[in-house]
């Protein structure tokens, strides 16, 4: 019982960077998309900084597209609002 309660004071001290934060939702244009894609688009949500070090193949790169990042996330704006990119939807 005394874990218990060291646990719940635990959490309660916890500083708000170590909780985790909401997900933003996938962009509307995904709503017809297949299960496949739309994993994509998350991983991509939850990952940038992995896939920002992946190059891009598919040939964006004449679109200003600097990484595979930039395949799913076009901008992550100042005040943390997400521009997704829908090129990769197809």
């Known amino acids: ?46 990952h940038p900084e992995i896939l920002s070090f992946i190059p891009c193949y598919c040939g964006c790169a004449d679109t200003g597209d600097r990484s595979n990042r930039d395949c799913y996330i076009k901008q992550i704006q100042s005040d943390g609002a997400i521009v997704y990119n829908n090129h990769v939807v197809g």
Do not use: H, I
Not at 10 to 23: D, F, I, N, Q, V
Not at 28 to 35: C, K, P
């Open 1 to 46: 019982m005394a874990f218990v309660g060291l646990l719940l004071l635990g959490l309660a001290c916890a500083s708000p960077s170590a909780r985790p934060t909401p997900t933003p939702e996938l962009p509307d244009f995904l709503a017809s998309a297949s299960a496949e894609v739309k994993e994509m688009y998350a991983y991509a949500l939850a």
